[in-house]
């Protein structure tokens, strides 16, 4: 997705939207680090915690695990214990989830995450050039055979012709610029 583009045609602000290639990445890997200040319509509030295993107070950088409470994609009003280990990978700017069943805590004690969801691999990216950033985004849902029941979350996905939730929040949050969904387009 341009963004930049989709900002222009679809939005209004009381400032320049406009991002560049380094500040849609500084929003993926704000996200990484902190889904629940940055996804809040798929993260249950307060259920997001995020850490390096055996190392506590570490900086949240290169590799580390995450958890949190996640809308359940077919049954939305559900939120599932969702368990990644989380690779940022700076030079190519790209951010790689992989789901997990189980992990330890901070603390040692094991996790499991919550079956109702499968689990999942998603990496974020930025492509394009500086003045005009890509988001990019793919998924792999890791069942056990093909099932229909997901499609219809992720096709409505595709075709949403609004910015990724966390752009949008980025921009309002950490830009500090007011944006606006236009009604007009």
Request: aromatic fraction near 10%.
């Amino acid at each position: 997705m341009d963004v930049n583009r989709v900002l222009q045609e679809r939005y209004a602000a009381d400032a320049s939207p406009a991002l560049t290639r380094a500040m849609l990445w500084d929003a993926d890997v704000r996200k990484a680090g902190n889904p629940g200040n940055f996804i809040p319509y798929v993260v249950k509030d307060g259920s997001a915690a995020a850490w390096v295993p055996g190392k506590p107070g570490a900086a949240l950088d290169g590799e580390f695990v995450r958890r949190s409470l996640q809308r359940v994609w077919i049954r939305p009003e559900e939120y599932a214990l969702v368990l990644e280990e989380v690779y940022l990978d700076h030079e190519r700017q790209l951010v790689t989830f992989l789901g997990r069943a189980e992990f330890p805590d901070a603390d040692g004690s094991l996790l499991r995450a919550d079956t109702s969801q499968p689990l999942f691999h998603v990496q974020h990216g930025v492509a394009g050039t500086e003045e005009r950033p890509l988001n990019t985004w793919r998924i792999v849902l890791l069942t056990e055979a093909h099932d229909e029941r997901f499609l219809e979350p992720f096709a409505a996905m595709a075709e949403d012709l609004w910015l990724p939730g966390f752009v949008e929040n980025y921009v309002r949050d950490v830009r500090g610029i007011r944006l606006t969904r236009r009604t007009d387009v």
